[in-house]
Antibody
Framework: QVQLVQSGAEVRKPGSSVRVSCKAS????????INWVRQAPGQGLEWLGR????????QYAQNFEGRVTISADQSTHTFFMEMTSLRSDDTAIYFC?????????????WGQGALVTVSS | QSVLTQPPSASGTPGQRVTISCSGS????????VNWYQHLPGTAPKIIIC???QRPSGVPGRFSGSKSDTSASLAISGLQSEDEGDYYC???????????FGGGTKLTVL
């Protein structure tokens, strides 16, 4: 049974940064990607980017290129999403989710979500 | 502004059939398969339809999906109170080179 367990809630001030972790267990991850998706209050789901373990590379949504860094400690199956220059509209629940590498796959397992609150 | 367009709300009474539409373009829905997620309050999203019309193991047969050209639809028959929540369509966009979502449709069971 695949399980993704995320780190806890964070509170940050505008202009600062935050790092959220996602530890994977119970399945194979080398042939999958770990994605990061967020949901702001009252808003829909938004894809931030992904880490591709088989290539050891990251890929980002255009809106977040340069402000988000997605990385991994593959030895412990732990994945990270760091966001810098935080703004109040970055307040959201951040999810990690597993999917296959290709375009015909889907997010089949999700973390429980981590609330990031950006407030002065 | 979401890349994929969904109606903000839908509703039905128990037992009814409800459909939710998802409109996109040649670079996303036409070119790639569509997935649908159910997001209930306080939980993580859950896949209910993958690859346009496939139901993952454990998803009731009341849920079905279809796609034509640049649009996709999710149908829920025999509506139940526990179906109340948000539904999102999603696919890969070749122009943006990333996953995109619809804005979500809030389903209310009256």
């Amino acid at each position: 049974q695949v399980q993704l367990v995320q780190s806890g809630a964070e509170v940050r001030k505008p202009g600062s940064s935050v790092r959220v972790s996602c530890k994977a267990s119970g399945g194979t991850f080398d042939s999958y990607t770990i994605n990061w998706v967020r949901q702001a209050p009252g808003q829909g789901l938004e894809w931030l980017g992904r880490f591709i373990p088989v290539f050891g590379t990251s890929q980002y949504a255009q809106n977040f290129e340069g402000r988000v860094t997605i990385s991994a400690d593959q030895s412990t199956h732990t994945f990270f999403m760091e966001m810098t220059s935080l703004r109040s509209d970055d307040t959201a629940i951040y999810f990690c989710a597993r999917s296959g590498v290709g375009r015909t796959y889907w997010f089949d397992s999700w973390g429980q979500g981590a609330l990031v609150t950006v407030s002065s | 502004q979401s890349v994929l367009t969904q109606p903000p709300s839908a509703s039905g009474t128990p037992g009814q059939r409800v459909t939710i539409s998802c409109s996109g373009s040649a670079s996303n829905i036409r070119a790639n398969t569509v997935n649908w997620y159910q997001h209930l309050p306080g939980t993580a999203p859950k896949i209910i339809i993958c690859r346009d019309d496939q139901r993952p193991s454990g998803v009731p047969g009341r849920f079905s999906g279809s796609k034509s050209d640049t649009s996709a639809s999710l149908a829920i028959s025999g509506l139940q109170s526990e179906d109340e929540g948000d539904y999102y369509c999603s696919t890969w966009d070749d122009s943006l080179n990333g996953w995109v979502f619809g804005g979500g449709t809030k389903l209310t069971v009256l």
